[in-house]
């Protein structure tokens, strides 16, 4: 089992939609999650983080904590075509380091 | 402020050939990891240094593959000898200490390929 689990999509939504991405994980004693965002080519980008249970907003994302499921999630409110990236999943078991999720890959159309 | 500085951007190299990936983070980092990414394994974390120390190479693949963090700007990957499987994406991180805060900040990337 890895340990960070999301699926690889692709996601497709159309353009004012929600995405919603997920991502599991099996360290239980995982204190930070992070939701970093990668244009084709690029380098990851940091987009959120949260390290308690519960809901966190930031513009149009909301990252979600269940720390008793072990699942993390993003939203994405009123999508737009420059959202179209893949969106990693990152889980800090320890002290600074971090496993990332493979990552999914979310495709908005205009 | 400059982002974290990586070189070269691409390479390409020939099996059995070394292989030197340069890395400088943003200043005042006391943080520096060395991932790699494929499309098969994702990104996976090589190597971390904690104010010029190594603190965890337990992903290091093999002996084939050293780092070294001179001083607090600098910071290179070798590989030696390169081998085709080696071939990826190599991806310099910085972060600050410091709470509870661990967000990375990447540098833009080494595309490796090995022939």
């Known amino acids: 089992q890895k340990e960070v689990e999301q699926n690889s999509g692709p996601l497709s939504v159309p353009e004012g939609a929600i995405a919603s991405l997920n991502c599991t994980y099996s360290d239980r004693g995982s204190q930070s999650f992070f939701w970093y965002r990668q244009y084709s080519g690029k380098s990851p980008e940091l987009i959120m983080f949260?390290?308690?249970?519960g809901d966190k907003e930031d513009g149009r994302f909301t990252a979600q904590l269940n720390k008793a499921s072990q699942y993390v999630s993003l939203l994405i409110r009123d999508s737009q075509p420059s959202d179209s990236a893949t969106y990693l999943c990152a889980v800090a078991p320890g002290f600074q380091k971090l496993v990332f999720g493979t990552g999914t890959r979310l495709l908005v159309s205009p | 402020d400059a982002g974290v500085i990586q070189s070269p951007r691409h390479e390409v190299t020939e099996m059995g050939q070394e292989v030197t990936l340069r890395c400088k983070p943003i200043s005042g980092h006391d943080y520096l990891f060395w991932y790699r990414q494929t499309m098969m394994r994702g990104l996976e974390l090589l190597i971390y240094f904690n104010n010029n120390v190594p603190i965890d190479d337990s992903g290091m693949p093999e002996d084939r593959f050293s780092a070294k963090m001179p001083n607090a700007s600098f910071s290179t990957l070798k590989i030696q000898p390169s081998e085709p499987r080696d071939s990826a994406v190599y991806f310099c991180a910085s972060s600050p200490s410091g709470g509870a805060s661990i967000k990375q900040f990447f540098g833009p990337g080494t595309r490796l390929t090995v022939l």
């Open positions: 949260i390290y308690s249970n």
